[in-house]
């Protein structure tokens, strides 16, 4: 690969790793309270305020009684999480996710749950088939029932909430939704960066498109009606999303309208910032809220239905259920080059079994693709290295006449057969390649946890003795001092590319083990190539 590459390959990546490694701090691990029959009693009132609505009068709001209630927490075990729900809300108070390195709390944040619906309400437990099942009162002869259904194998869950209304009266009841956040936690090898990946989002079908759209919620969107309305129009599915991990909610019989989602950033816990050398910063989280329609008509009841999904973000996984939730993990600008890259890298690693060793075969075989480019970059640079020495007669002579400098420089590439743009067309090519491998390995739940060899246990995680990282920048220097032309000590390009290894080195550090393995194997097989070829030409007086 040329230097011209390595140049472009850095400054593009460099705003990346500076706010990774300044901008974003490290989350503390929240350990799982243990699970209790009954824990914190609370003094409260149920805000739940209940319009009563009747041709003869105003509308009459109901609130009811103060209660001393309490606590209590409920675990539901599947194959792939426990679930800790707690009667306050009706909520999921810990998703502890049961990842194959250690298991994980993805909910490890202060707040009112994800699921809540009436976030200071304590519901009793009720008696169903369901997996959990609540029931409360929220004022005389409206009552309110909520049952969950986990998934066994880790997909598609339901929630369901029916409010009965045994009053004469119809009845809106305000307030009605379902919470979700604030934030979303993350594996261990996440934690530094997984505020910059916290999204609250939404799935929509935009007009003109074979495939939907996941937009992100943010503060812009909640203060322009038009913004939200572009975002989110009758929106599919939404909910909270890091790199690894979803949870989603679908409607099922009832109608979405943008307006219904409500986005906010909650404080979930301090950080040192910079080393505790500027004191300690707030991080907060996002946290989505979702209004149901709340009119329930006199001695009737309404049921909203919705699906869920909680847990990794598995592409291959996601192919075989519903609702397009694969377009919830982020391949970049290249999308399609970085889906190609995942269904390579599957592929072979279904012939080795082993993801380290798939990723050094995918590198090889996209190396005997660019071949002929990087031939042909080779030969570009080593005829313009042939004739340097002419060109800089040329520059020195008509150095007073641009127009006739121009014209003897032509003629000289013409002479020499040289384009001195060919050796930027791989430059090109291989850009969006590694930034759709970059994205396709970062995002890949395959590579958690999946070992390599020796001290590469999680080629998702960075390599914990930093021993890929320093090869790839050794290999980087020898590679450029055996195969870059010497153009002089003060050209700015050659500075640049003499720190170049340093700057890749420092770069890489952090980065997933795998991405660090496709770059050190890259740079090994595109010097070796280079170093035959130059060779070869040089055999045949091509140099």
Same mark, same amino acid.
């Given at each position: 690969?040329?230097?011209?590459?390595?140049?472009?390959?850095?400054?593009?990546?460099?705003?990346?790793?500076?706010?990774?490694?300044?901008?974003?701090?490290?989350?503390?691990?929240?350990?799982?309270?243990?699970?209790?029959?009954?824990?914190?009693?609370?003094?409260?009132?149920?805000?739940?305020? *209940?319009?009563?609505?009747?041709?003869?009068?105003?509308?009459?709001?109901?609130?009811?009684?103060?209660?001393?209630?309490?606590?209590?927490?409920?675990?539901?075990?599947?194959?792939?999480?426990?679930?800790?729900?707690?009667?306050?809300?009706?909520? *999921?108070?810990?998703?502890?996710?049961?990842?194959?390195?250690?298991?994980?709390?993805?909910?490890?944040?202060?707040?009112?749950?994800?699921?809540?619906?009436?976030?200071?309400?304590?519901?009793?437990?009720?008696?169903?088939?369901?997996?959990?099942?609540?029931?409360?009162?929220?004022?005389?002869?409206?009552?309110?029932?909520?049952?969950?259904?986990?998934?066994?194998?880790?997909?598609?869950?339901?929630?369901?909430?029916?409010?009965?209304?045994?009053?004469?009266?119809?009845? +809106?009841?305000?307030?009605?939704?379902?919470?979700?956040?604030?934030?979303?936690?993350?594996?261990?090898?996440?934690?530094?960066?997984?505020?910059?990946?916290?999204?609250?989002?939404?799935?929509?079908?935009?007009?003109?498109?074979?495939?939907?759209?996941?937009?992100?919620?943010?503060?812009?969107?909640?203060?322009?009606?038009?913004?939200?309305?572009?975002?989110?129009?009758?929106?599919?599915?939404?909910?909270?999303?890091?790199?690894?991990?979803?949870?989603?909610?679908?409607?099922?019989?009832?109608?979405?309208?943008?307006?219904?989602?409500?986005?906010?950033?909650?404080?979930?816990?301090?950080?040192?910032?910079?080393?505790?050398?500027?004191?300690?910063?707030?991080?907060?989280?996002?946290?989505?809220?979702?209004?149901?329609?709340?009119?329930?008509?006199?001695?009737?009841?309404?049921?909203?239905?919705?699906?869920?999904?909680?847990?990794?973000?598995?592409?291959?996984?996601?192919?075989?259920?519903?609702?397009?939730?694969?377009?919830?993990?982020?391949?970049?600008?290249?999308?399609?080059?970085?889906?190609?890259?995942?269904?390579?890298?599957?592929?072979?690693?279904?012939?080795?079994?082993?993801?380290?060793?798939? *990723?050094?075969?995918?590198?090889?075989?996209?190396?005997?693709?660019?071949?002929?480019?990087?031939?042909?970059?080779?030969?570009?640079?080593?005829?313009?290295?042939?004739?340097?020495?002419?060109?800089?007669?040329?520059?020195?002579?008509?150095?007073?006449?641009?127009?006739?400098?121009?014209?003897?420089?032509?003629?000289?590439?013409?002479?020499?057969?040289?384009?001195?743009?060919?050796?930027?067309?791989?430059?090109?090519?291989?850009?969006?390649?590694?930034?759709?491998?970059?994205?396709?390995?970062?995002?890949?739940?395959?590579?958690?946890?999946?070992?390599?060899?020796?001290?590469?246990?999680?080629?998702?995680?960075?390599?914990?003795?930093?021993?890929?990282?320093?090869?790839?920048?050794?290999?980087?220097?020898?590679?450029?001092?055996?195969?870059?032309?010497?153009?002089?000590?003060? +050209?700015?390009?050659?500075?640049?590319?003499?720190?170049?290894?340093?700057?890749?080195?420092?770069?890489?550090?952090?980065?997933?083990?795998?991405?660090?393995?496709?770059?050190?194997?890259?740079?090994?097989?595109?010097?070796?190539?280079?170093?035959?070829?130059?060779?070869?030409?040089?055999?045949?007086?091509?140099?």
């Amino acid at each position: 690969m040329d230097r011209n590459f390595f140049i472009a390959l850095g400054i593009a990546l460099v705003v990346y790793v500076g706010y990774m490694s300044f901008f974003t701090p490290k989350t503390d691990q929240v350990p799982l309270k243990p699970v209790a029959a009954a824990t914190a009693t609370a003094t409260t009132a149920a805000q739940v305020s *209940i319009q009563e609505v009747t041709p003869q009068t105003e509308a009459v709001k109901m609130v009811s009684p103060t209660q001393i209630q309490q606590e209590s927490l409920f675990t539901v075990q599947t194959k792939n999480a426990d679930i800790v729900l707690s009667n306050k809300g009706a909520a *999921i108070k810990n998703f502890v996710f049961k990842d194959v390195i250690a298991p994980v709390n993805l909910t490890p944040y202060k707040g009112p749950g994800f699921f809540s619906t009436f976030d200071d309400l304590y519901f009793a437990k009720a008696d169903s088939s369901a997996d959990m099942a609540f029931k409360a009162t929220l004022a005389p002869g409206v009552d309110v029932y909520k049952e969950y259904n986990f998934s066994k194998d880790g997909k598609i869950g339901n929630v369901s909430l029916k409010i009965v209304n045994t009053t004469p009266n119809d009845i +809106n009841v305000s307030g009605l939704h379902y919470n979700f956040g604030p934030g979303l936690a993350t594996v261990k090898s996440e934690e530094g960066d997984n505020p910059a990946n916290w999204n609250a989002v939404c799935l929509i079908q935009e007009q003109g498109k074979k495939k939907p759209t996941v937009n992100n919620i943010t503060e812009k969107e909640m203060k322009d009606p038009r913004k939200l309305q572009d975002a989110c129009a009758d929106w599919h599915w939404a909910g909270i999303s890091n790199r690894y991990f979803l949870v989603a909610l679908v409607p099922q019989n009832w109608k979405t309208k943008a307006e219904q989602l409500s986005f906010s950033k909650q404080y979930v816990y301090d950080k040192s910032s910079f080393f505790g050398l500027f004191g300690t910063r707030q991080i907060f989280g996002p946290q989505l809220s979702v209004a149901l329609p709340g009119v329930i008509p006199a001695g009737k009841e309404v049921i909203y239905n919705a699906d869920f999904y909680f847990g990794p973000k598995d592409y291959d996984k996601f192919a075989s259920m519903p609702y397009n939730l694969e377009r919830s993990i982020q391949f970049g600008f290249f999308g399609q080059l970085g889906k190609m890259a995942h269904s390579l890298l599957e592929w072979l690693y279904g012939m080795t079994k082993n993801y380290g060793t798939a *990723i050094i075969l995918m590198t090889v075989l996209i190396q005997l693709v660019l071949f002929p480019l990087t031939y042909k970059q080779l030969k570009s640079s080593a005829v313009m290295q042939r004739i340097q020495p002419e060109m800089k007669r040329i520059q020195e002579k008509y150095k007073e006449d641009p127009a006739m400098q121009q014209r003897e420089m032509l003629g000289l590439y013409k002479k020499y057969g040289a384009n001195p743009l060919s050796g930027c067309l791989p430059l090109f090519i291989q850009f969006p390649i590694f930034l759709a491998l970059f994205n396709a390995l970062r995002t890949s739940w395959s590579l958690h946890g999946a070992p390599f060899m020796w001290w590469i246990h999680d080629l998702s995680a960075k390599d914990p003795y930093y021993v890929l990282p320093v090869a790839m920048g050794v290999m980087m220097y020898i590679q450029q001092k055996l195969t870059m032309p010497d153009m002089g000590k003060d +050209n700015p390009s050659m500075v640049m590319m003499k720190w170049m290894p340093v700057f890749m080195t420092v770069l890489f550090l952090n980065f997933p083990a795998g991405l660090t393995l496709y770059w050190f194997v890259s740079n090994c097989i595109s010097f070796a190539i280079n170093l035959i070829l130059k060779r070869k030409m040089k055999t045949l007086g091509e140099i």
